[in-house]
């Protein structure tokens, strides 16, 4: 999703949104709803602080970026509101 204020469609016919939040959900399903919104206003995205399974390492990670986070879920992820929620599906 691309703000048109900062570069115009060239194709009229491209569909246009009020907000980043409606063109990710109908465009860009594959790609979590926080990091397309940011990706659109050019900043990064800082996820829900909630946790989510990793399973290539097989363990619960935070759904964040930077230290100690282990990147922004991705919309196949389930997202828990606590680590312990969490760690119950790996059991």
């Not at 999703?1 to 109908?26: F, G, H, I, M, Q």
């Not at 709803?33 to 800082?46: L, R, Y």
């Not at 399974?53 to 509101?81: H, L, M, Q, R």
């Amino acid at each position: 999703c691309v703000r048109d204020n900062e570069t115009l469609a060239e194709d009229l016919s491209v569909e246009l949104y009020d907000t980043p939040e409606a063109c990710c959900k109908v465009h860009i399903g594959w790609v979590s709803p926080s990091k397309c919104i940011a990706d659109t206003d050019g900043v990064t995205a800082e996820g829900t602080g909630h946790y989510y399974v990793d399973w290539s390492k097989f363990k619960c990670v935070t759904d964040c970026e930077g230290v100690g986070c282990g990147g922004i879920a991705e919309p196949w992820n389930i997202v828990y509101a606590n680590a312990n929620s969490c760690c119950d599906q790996l059991s």
